[in-house]
């Protein structure tokens, strides 16, 4: 995938009205990463660094301390840029140079087979999954409640310093908690004002077949349902958590071939989150006994 989305970023339109470098965090992997990375060093401004702290948000705090532009533009190894997206996010910063952030489309694109029927039929339930994210055809304005997503979004690199990334955030390793992006942004959007939706700077974000699944689904809910409890949005108790969590999965599980996929998809997603916020509230009991003792 890094080889897909490192090829089409040779073919951005880049012009002489600014300079830009391509910043690759390697965190761990133990594939042939650094031999694709190799591959472009001729092609492209491109720099590789290693983060040995395991983590989403550790690799992306790195990014930042090692970035020299004045701008930081942020997208995924599994992205697939439109030829003008640096020069429409130069375009906007250059209009707009007070504005903190920016944000740009990202359109799922999903590998053969495609796009399963019970996914298509539960689309505006499932983007998030795959990172959907498009308001339109016109610059609007984005704040704390119109945000962009972590596959295709820019910051002020004086701003971005003074945000890093939780590291209590964000994926690690094969877990899927994410709202590392989202807190940042909503941060700034609090405290330091405006951002501008940037309809011009797309970006395709490839879902492989592994992931066209309902075994993914049910994990990324697992993963938004820990970024619950770690951000305090959940009220539920650890035992709570634990008794919808089964309940949901009974249901899901039961009315899986008899119903709709619109009615057992809600089921598949509120057992995630619970599930989530189960799994996150055990870990904080177990790491509040280990303080007490």
Known sequence: MLQRTLQRLCDLEVDARYTWELIVVDNNSTDNTAQVIDRFVDALPIRAVHESKQGHSRSRNRAIAEATG???????NDVLVCTRWLSAYFDAFTAEPDLAFFGG???PVFDPPGRPDWLAATWEKCKPVYAAR???????????????YGANFAIRSDIQRKHLFDPSLGRVSSAMMGEDETQVLRQIARSCGKGRWVPDAKVQHIVPADRATERYVRSYFIGQGMANVALNKSCKTRVAAFLDSVWQSLLYRIKRNCTDPDEWVSHLICSGLSWGEYFALTARRRNGKRESV
């Open 105 to 107: 489309v990202i359109e």
């Open 134 to 148: 498009d308001l339109g055809p016109m610059p609007v304005e984005l704040n704390e409640s119109r945000l962009p």
């Open 70 to 76: 004045d701008y930081i533009v942020w997208t995924d």
